[in-house]
């Protein structure tokens, strides 16, 4: 197969949805076609720099004759000190196009046995599938089960994908960003060598088909606790683990809110469509809108000649993302507001993404914030020109939910939390023990995509017993969705496991703090317990690093407050239950 140097690879390392990058982390890259093997090491935004990679002659992906496999494949490794070690089989190279394969590392939680891995092996290109492809939806005179259509479209923060077909009971279910499951299923169904109009169109009806299964609950009103499957005999091809090519990536960032619908309705069209060679369908043909694009068609006239009379509109919500776009790019000279709302989230990602510059909050686009700009735009693969348009503005706003949402509480005034239960929690239960349950599963859900995200309002319902389930099959538990001994211990050592790993907490460091104990450990405790004590009533101590009489009445005071023995002591035990608090307030 003749070979050419025309691509680039980038390995793009985080935990916790993008919440934080994982820096020095070793990463191999191995040809399929030569054996040859080489090896770098993430930076601190958790990147490897962009590897030269050879593919194939790019004209064998615009040909819809061509019967060959149009791309490279490539094999990459993954160890990092903490996590599980990853290996990715199959990731797909196209000639003169970037690509991008992010990958969420799973901290090795407490007493989590070594020699595991996670290894994905990623399957072709959903348009070299022959199989025929007949998804059922709606259409256009058929009812929908009442009381299961939404009353409004929006674009959900995450979608759940069954993987496999709906009856596979086995099959798992991943929450996936909403943005993100449409890049894995662009880059999974089309080649991104095709005319960009011709990559619009695909994208538009990809978004659609989402849009449409969740707007009509077409899986929940029929049982099942997912969205959306990836089995294309009746959904859209989402491949687990799979690299994200970059100009599919930077559309779907400018566009994953607008979806196309017949005039004066007010669902997503149910947006029908197959490769058009192997098989055929009613709806779109994805090699067809390449012969179109070449034409000069625009992306809408492209999908009016498949779907006739339609129109592209944006939906009114984003749900869970903070702000929406202003409605023009920011660049240099811009004031206002929204330039004040780019500046506060950067400075706030910048705490788990310390290569973006930091910025005043002054509301002045100047050199500084288009610095930061640039960086932000180099670290999420967007294009470099330090201009917030709709794309750039997007990918903020989607980060800055990951990272502020990573392990902080949506309530205020929490009491002082215990760490075990008195006994058993289920369905129905209110309090304060329920919200730090969910905020256990919320954190772990960042990190572990098969537990679904939850609110955290201290009340026990079908969205935390479903978490719980999840959580109990993923480590191994009785999958009965109730909070015993068992669960309550492997939620917190889990828990721990990913703030100890992750930065998150300060792993208790061996020794006994006392009176008359000095250094950065007692700093650390005094800055906490000053924190805690703006909500809960312990007395205010001075920030020295020298473990006084002061400094152990503030821990007396805690103790008493957390139900621990009095002593005046920092051990083990009052340390976790000191950190612990730290992190709900």
């Given amino acids: 197969m003749a070979m050419t140097k025309s691509a680039t690879l980038v390995v793009q390392l985080s935990t916790g949805r993008e919440a934080l990058p994982v820096p020095g982390a070793g990463v191999t890259l191995v040809s399929r076609e030569t054996g040859r093997r080489v090896s770098f090491v993430s930076d601190i935004s958790g990147r490897t720099p962009p590897v030269p990679v050879c593919a194939p002659p790019r004209e064998e992906s615009l040909d819809p004759d061509f019967t060959g496999v149009p791309y490279a494949l490539y094999d990459v490794q993954v160890e990092a000190d903490g996590y599980l070690p990853v290996t990715v089989r199959g990731v797909q190279i196209f000639a003169g196009e970037g690509s991008v394969l992010p990958l969420s590392l799973e901290p090795r939680p407490l007493g989590r046995e070594a020699g595991l891995e996670e290894v994905y092996d990623i399957p072709e290109n959903g348009l070299l599938l022959t199989s025929e492809r007949r998804p059922e939806g709606p259409g256009e005179d058929e009812d929908v089960p009442q009381g299961r259509v939404l009353t409004t479209v929006y674009i959900p923060r995450y979608i759940t994908v069954h993987l496999g077909a709906p009856s596979n009971a086995s099959a798992q279910n991943v929450t996936v960003d909403f943005a993100y499951y449409i890049k894995n299923v662009a880059s999974s169904e089309i080649y991104p060598t095709w005319p960009e109009n011709a990559i619009r169109a695909n994208i538009y009806a990809q978004i659609s088909f989402a849009l449409n299964r969740i707007f009509t609950e077409w899986y929940p009103s029929r049982g099942y606790s997912f969205n959306i499957t990836n089995h294309t005999g009746y959904d859209q091809y989402y491949v687990p683990g799979r690299n994200i090519f970059t100009n599919i990536g930077r559309i779907v960032d400018e566009i994953f809110t607008t979806y196309i619908r017949r005039p004066g309705a007010l669902n997503p069209l149910f947006a029908e469509y197959c490769n058009g060679t192997t098989v055929s369908c009613d709806g779109l043909s994805q090699w067809g809108t390449v012969s179109l694009a070449q034409q000069g068609y625009t992306p809408l006239s492209i999908l009016r000649r498949f779907y006739g009379s ?273 992190l709900l307030i």
């Fill in 310 to 582: 339609v129109e592209l509109v944006q939906a009114s919500q984003v749900r869970n993302i903070e702000s929406s776009y202003p409605g023009s790019s920011l660049s240099l000279g811009s004031r206002g507001e929204a330039v004040r709302t780019i500046q506060r989230q950067l400075n706030r990602i910048r705490r788990n993404y310390p290569a973006i510059p930091a910025v005043d909050v002054d509301g002045i686009y100047g050199g500084g914030t288009q610095a930061a700009v640039r960086a932000f735009q180099r670290i999420f693969n967007l294009t470099q020109d330090g201009i917030v348009g709709r794309g750039t503005w997007n990918r903020i706003s989607n980060i800055y939910v990951s990272v502020t949402r990573l392990a902080e509480l949506d309530g205020e005034n929490e009491p002082l939390p215990n760490t075990r239960p008195s006994g058993v929690i289920r369905q129905g239960d209110r309090g304060e023990t329920v919200r730090l349950a969910q905020y256990f599963l919320r954190v772990i859900s960042n990190y572990y995509y098969d537990v679904r995200p939850i609110t955290v309002d201290g009340i026990f319902g079908s969205g935390t017993k479903n978490a719980v389930i999840d959580f109990q099959r993923r480590f191994g538990l009785s999958t009965d969705g109730i909070i015993g001994p068992a669960t309550w211990n492997s939620l917190y050592n889990v828990f721990l496991g990913i703030a100890n790993t992750s930065g998150l907490v300060v792993p208790y460091p061996g020794t006994l703090l006392r009176e008359g104990s000095r250094g950065d450990n007692v700093r650390l405790m005094q800055e906490y317990l000053r924190t805690i004590g703006t909500r809960y009533p312990i007395p205010w101590i001075a920030i020295d690093g020298i473990f006084g009489p002061g400094t152990r009445q503030a821990v007396v005071a805690f103790q008493r407050l957390a139900g621990l023995a009095v002593d005046g002591i920092i051990g083990r035990n009052t340390w976790d239950r000191i950190v612990a608090t730290r």
